[in-house]
Nanobody, 126 residues
Framework: QVQLVESGGGLVQPGGSLRLSCAAS????????IGWFRQAPGKEREGVSS????????WYADSVKGRFTISRDNAKNTVYLQMNSLKPEDTAVYYC???????????????????WGQGTQVTVSS
């Protein structure tokens, strides 16, 4: 049984940084990708970043390129999203997500995601 457990998030001032963690368990192979979505009030859930576990392929949405960095710790089966230079428009609930595929380049639309974390609130405000 696949589980994604998130941690991190919180309140930060504009220009600040936060790190989200997603601990994954239950996968039986390396053919999957872990990524992050976010959903602001009144908006659709959008993909932010992803990493393909089989080959390390990274992907970022244009809105976060140069500010967010996704990485993984294989020993801990954990994926991190380091968020720097945060802006008020980054405020949203952030969800860890997983897609089972040989190679994952970007997250598919939300209805096609295989597994979800519980979500964590990120608020960027002064």
């Amino acid at each position: 049984q696949v589980q994604l457990v998130e941690s991190g998030g919180g309140l930060v001032q504009p220009g600040g940084s936060l790190r989200l963690s997603c601990a994954a368990s239950g996968f039986t192979s390396d053919y999957y990708g872990i990524g992050w979505f976010r959903q602001a009030p009144g908006k659709e859930r959008e993909g932010v970043s992803s990493i393909s576990i089989s080959d390390g392929t990274l992907w970022y949405a244009d809105s976060v390129k140069g500010r967010f960095t996704i990485s993984r710790d294989n020993a801990k089966n954990t994926v991190y999203l380091q968020m720097n230079s945060l802006k008020p428009e980054d405020t949203a609930v952030y969800y860890c997500a997983a897609v089972e595929a040989t190679v994952v380049v970007g997250m598919p639309p939300a209805p096609f995601v295989d597994y979800w974390g519980q979500g964590t609130q990120v608020t960027v405000s002064s």
